[in-house]
């Protein structure tokens, strides 16, 4: 089991910055991935970037040089910082991790509540 906590979220204008938080707890060692996905009313839910256990990044197309994806030496906690934001990136953003248990097998996702994220122009 992993618990997400979500923070950061919140209203800004268009060019401003924002920075994301998530923190894990629980079996965090089963972690495989973290990352952001945001979600729209109407649309489904689209990656915004993942890092891996081996430090390896995606990012979505549409925020590559825009957003940076970290995390914390103990790989718990990962942070989205978004820079020059745009009223495009408005959505619900949410927290997820992959985890895969050796132990127990399969492949199994969480996810965190989600965080308004909003640019106004």
């Known amino acids: 089991q992993v618990q997400l906590v979500e923070s950061g979220g919140g209203l800004v204008q268009a060019g401003g910055s924002l920075r994301l938080s998530c923190a894990a707890s629980?079996?965090?060692?089963?972690?495989?991935?973290m990352g952001w996905y945001r979600q729209v009313p109407g649309k489904q839910r689209e990656l915004v970037a993942t890092?891996?256990?081996?430090?390896?990044?995606i990012y979505a197309d549409s925020v590559k040089g825009r957003f940076t994806l970290s995390r914390d030496n103990a790989k718990s906690t990962v942070y989205l910082q978004m820079n020059s934001l745009r009223p495009e990136d408005t959505a619900v953003y949410f927290c997820?991790?992959?985890?895969?248990?050796?132990?127990?097998?399969?492949?199994?996702?969480?996810w965190g509540q989600g965080t308004q994220v909003t640019v106004s122009e």
């Open positions: 629980g079996s965090i060692f089963s972690i495989n991935a």
């Open positions: 997820h991790c992959n985890t895969y248990p050796v132990r127990v097998g399969g492949s199994y996702d969480y």
């Open positions: 890092i891996t256990r081996q430090d390896s990044t």
